[in-house]
């Protein structure tokens, strides 16, 4: 979802105090100091690191081999940034669940380039925003997400823009440390804290405020997407599914079963991927579908067909042999049931001319992968984060378990030089 925006050359650095009154001046400044938020924004206190059980699951050994052991500890652990990510997309999902719940006309309207934006979507971004500022207040903070305020500022938004802040609010309050309460202003410039470009030097979040907006306002699946980047590389997720059932979704036509819906997947670098009830519980580490045989490898396709070329993935699964139905499902929350064996396989190609944007991947992708998946693209290479807010890749994206890669990867090859091969004779 796109619209024109003015962005600086380098991260927005936005720490709320003072700078919540100076991160965006009507020229987008960045300030460059580190002052405390706590004073002014005593929103919520970082999370417990989440309980490790025994399973019945493949699990992988924590204990690392003796002559790695002076590496793995002079590298970060990212725990404080993982339990703020998970705090931040948990606070995110109680507003998007609450606007879902009783979804109002006046709540969705249509963006620049015509695609629905609910105040959820700037609701949720301004929520984690705010909540990984107070919750890493000594760290520069940069942020690539998908919305803006300008529309937001436009006179005839006066009651939307009414809305977002009365939403944030009653989120944030619901945390038992949070007293203050915020401006139309200043939920406007936590939102503009989305304008960084990110790239290939330092540590910069990657938001999808709600990833499958369109599920979102049909009463289907969407989640909110976090992941940090430090150096170019995706070092941590967290995906909040509030729709997804903690058990299976295979054959289940996709919708929320009678069980507990509402889970969030998260994952560190080399530390697994696990999944835990949103509302709170124990999380149990998850793992990609051990399947060999692609007659039985069921594969996930959107709901909206512009996402991705139905003929092609078709024509992949055909030559796979696959047998299976599609499961169709909205959002990265492909990416979370795919991580824990719901099916075997996703694909996604666009039409020619789309750039993937960062942060419809970031997030599911470190999901996938630490889950011992694979995410490439249609050339079989990884994803590259580093580049900015676009990824420049071959064609589309592929992801499945490392045994059934180099068939599919054969097959996806097949089928796009067959594509060619009747494009080139019309």
Same mark, same amino acid.
């Given at each position: 979802?796109?619209?024109?925006?003015?962005?600086?050359?380098?991260? &927005?650095? &936005?720490?709320?105090?003072?700078?919540?009154?100076?991160?965006?001046?009507?020229?987008?400044?960045?300030?460059?100091?580190?002052?405390?938020?706590?004073?002014?924004?005593?929103?919520?206190?970082?999370?417990?690191?989440?309980?490790?059980?025994?399973?019945?699951?493949?699990?992988?050994?924590?204990?690392?081999?003796?002559?790695?052991? %002076?590496?793995?500890?002079?590298?970060?652990?990212?725990?404080?940034?993982?339990?703020?990510?998970?705090?931040?997309?948990?606070?995110?999902?109680?507003? &998007?669940?609450?606007?879902?719940?009783?979804?109002?006309?006046? =709540?969705?309207?249509?963006?620049?380039?015509?695609?629905?934006?609910?105040?959820?979507?700037?609701?949720?971004?301004?929520?984690?925003?705010?909540?990984?500022?107070?919750?890493?207040?000594?760290?520069?903070?940069?942020?690539?997400?998908?919305?803006?305020?300008?529309?937001?500022?436009?006179?005839?938004?006066?009651?939307?823009?009414?809305?977002?802040?009365?939403?944030?609010?009653?989120?944030?309050?619901?945390?038992?440390?949070?007293?203050?309460?915020?401006?139309?202003?200043?939920?406007?410039?936590?939102? =503009?804290?989305?304008?960084?470009?990110?790239?290939?030097?330092?540590?910069? +979040?990657?938001? =999808?405020?709600?990833?499958?907006?369109?599920?979102?306002?049909?009463?289907?699946?969407?989640?909110?997407?976090?992941?940090?980047?430090?150096?170019?590389?995706?070092?941590?997720? %967290?995906?909040?599914?509030?729709?997804?059932?903690?058990?299976?979704?295979?054959?289940?036509?996709?919708?929320?079963?009678?069980?507990?819906?509402?889970?969030?997947?998260?994952?560190?670098?080399?530390?697994?991927?696990?999944?835990?009830?949103?509302?709170?519980?124990?999380?149990?580490?998850?793992?990609?579908?051990?399947? /060999?045989?692609? /007659?039985?490898?069921?594969?996930?396709?959107?709901?909206?067909?512009?996402?991705?070329?139905?003929?092609?993935?078709?024509?992949?699964?055909?030559?796979?042999?696959?047998?299976?139905?599609?499961?169709?499902?909205?959002?990265?929350?492909?990416?979370?049931?795919?991580?824990?064996?719901?099916?075997?396989?996703?694909?996604?190609?666009?039409?020619?001319?789309?750039?993937?944007?960062? +942060?419809?991947?970031?997030?599911? &992708?470190?999901?996938?992968?630490?889950?011992?998946?694979?995410?490439?693209?249609?050339?079989?290479?990884?994803?590259?984060?580093?580049?900015?807010?676009?990824?420049?890749?071959?064609?589309?994206?592929?992801?499945?378990?490392?045994?059934?890669?180099?068939?599919?990867?054969?097959?996806?090859?097949?089928?796009?030089?067959?594509?060619?091969?009747?494009?080139?004779?019309?």
């Amino acid at each position: 979802m796109s619209m024109t925006v003015m962005r600086p050359a380098q991260g &927005c650095c &936005c720490h709320f105090n003072n700078a919540i009154n100076n991160c965006f001046n009507l020229r987008y400044r960045r300030t460059l100091k580190t002052p405390s938020l706590a004073a002014e924004f005593p929103f919520v206190a970082v999370a417990s690191p989440p309980t490790r059980l025994s399973l019945s699951l493949r699990r992988r050994p924590l204990t690392v081999a003796s002559s790695s052991a %002076a590496t793995m500890s002079s590298s970060p652990s990212y725990d404080k940034e993982l339990a703020a990510a998970k705090k931040a997309v948990s606070l995110a999902s109680r507003l &998007c669940q609450k606007v879902q719940k009783a979804l109002l006309q006046s =709540d969705v309207q249509s963006k620049s380039d015509k695609s629905p934006v609910t105040v959820a979507d700037y609701g949720s971004q301004a929520v984690v925003s705010l909540v990984l500022q107070r919750e890493l207040p000594a760290d520069p903070f940069s942020l690539v997400a998908e919305e803006d305020s300008g529309d937001l500022r436009d006179d005839s938004a006066q009651d939307i823009r009414a809305r977002i802040t009365e939403l944030v609010n009653d989120t944030l309050s619901t945390d038992e440390s949070s007293s203050s309460t915020l401006s139309v202003e200043q939920v406007l410039k936590a939102i =503009d804290c989305g304008v960084s470009e990110g790239g290939a030097t330092g540590r910069h +979040w990657v938001l =999808d405020p709600i990833d499958g907006t369109k599920g979102f306002v049909r009463g289907d699946q969407y989640a909110i997407a976090l992941g940090l980047l430090d150096g170019g590389k995706v070092v941590l997720g %967290a995906l909040a599914c509030p729709n997804l059932p903690l058990t299976s979704i295979a054959g289940a036509n996709q919708q929320p079963s009678s069980g507990e819906v509402g889970c969030i997947f998260f994952a560190k670098l080399g530390s697994g991927t696990y999944m835990q009830p949103l509302e709170g519980g124990p999380a149990v580490e998850v793992h990609v579908t051990a399947t /060999e045989n692609p /007659e039985e490898a069921s594969f996930f396709e959107s709901y909206e067909a512009a996402h991705s070329l139905r003929g092609l993935t078709g024509s992949i699964a055909e030559k796979l042999g696959v047998k299976a139905p599609p499961v169709r499902i909205d959002s990265q929350a492909k990416y979370g049931a795919l991580s824990r064996g719901d099916g075997a396989i996703y694909m996604r190609f666009p039409h020619k001319g789309y750039r993937e944007k960062i +942060w419809d991947h970031a997030a599911g &992708c470190i999901v996938v992968t630490e889950a011992g998946g694979l995410v490439t693209d249609a050339a079989g290479k990884d994803l590259d984060f580093s580049k900015g807010r676009f990824l420049d890749l071959d064609t589309g994206i592929i992801s499945t378990n490392a045994k059934l890669m180099p068939l599919l990867l054969k097959a996806v090859k097949e089928s796009l030089k067959e594509g060619e091969s009747c494009s080139s004779s019309m």
